[in-house]
């Protein structure tokens, strides 16, 4: 089946860095998009989200931007900072008629380094 | 702590036994939504409630696998007959219509190892 995926598994940035976590999509349906921080032992967090009438979200320190025509999503975080070690999971709605079920990809674990 | 709670954390049973996980959504939300998680993998829904009712299954639901919300408040999982591929951590979100949102807010889970 259709399914959210992700580009790379693991991103190790500098403190003070901007970090960029990319995420791909083949549901041409969803219309929702929304992005999660899972830290060990922890559920996700939700830290933003877009529909797709949007092509860019700003929250703070994060943005998330939307490529329609690729099926391509991103989050970026400003500044990275240690606290933002965790695993991101960026997540569709699947669209076509979906009660609100996320469909999640695999995950990216960012490390921060100090 | 997003006010979704869920019990218990952990639970080690052995294979063949019966188990059962309560989730508690924050109060004012109407949808609850059940999830699985392997090692290294995204959440995969399993069920969803609006209210009472069970609106939406999924595949990876077996029939050993039974979900409720009999007020429409806290919901149980329970999986019977337990096998080794039970282990995961079960994850219970919740949410409350407001116009353009499936925001969901995640509880910690419960982490379940099947002996």
């Known amino acids: 089946g259709e399914s959210v995926g992700l580009h790379l598994p693991t991103l190790s940035v500098q403190e003070g860095d901007n970090s960029i976590i990319n995420c791909a999509y083949s549901?041409?349906?969803?219309?929702?998009f929304i992005w999660y921080k899972q830290e060990s032992g922890k559920g996700p967090q939700f830290i933003i989200d877009i529909r797709s009438n949007m092509d860019k979200r700003q929250g703070q320190r994060v943005t998330v931007l939307l490529n329609k025509t690729v099926k391509h999503l991103s989050l970026q975080i400003a500044a990275t900072q240690p606290g933002d070690s965790a695993v991101y999971f960026c997540a569709e709605n699947g669209g076509g008629g979906s009660q609100g079920n996320l469909i999640f990809g695999k995950g990216t674990k960012l490390s921060v380094k100090p | 702590d997003t006010g979704v709670s869920q019990d218990p954390r952990h639970k080690i049973t052995k294979r063949g036994q019966n188990v059962t996980f309560r989730c508690d959504p924050i109060?004012?939300?109407?949808?609850l939504y059940w999830y699985r998680q392997t090692l290294g993998q995204g959440p995969e829904f399993l069920t969803y409630f609006q209210n009472e009712a069970q609106l939406e299954k999924s595949r990876l639901l077996s029939d050993r696998f039974s979900a409720e919300r009999p007020k429409g408040s806290f919901s149980t999982l329970e999986i019977q007959r337990t096998e080794q591929g039970d282990s995961a951590m079960y994850l219970c979100a919740s949410s409350t219509r407001t116009s353009g949102s499936y925001e969901q807010y995640f509880g910690p889970g419960t982490r379940l190892t099947v002996t």
């Open positions: 549901n041409s349906a969803s219309d929702y």
């Open positions: 109060s004012e939300h109407n949808r």
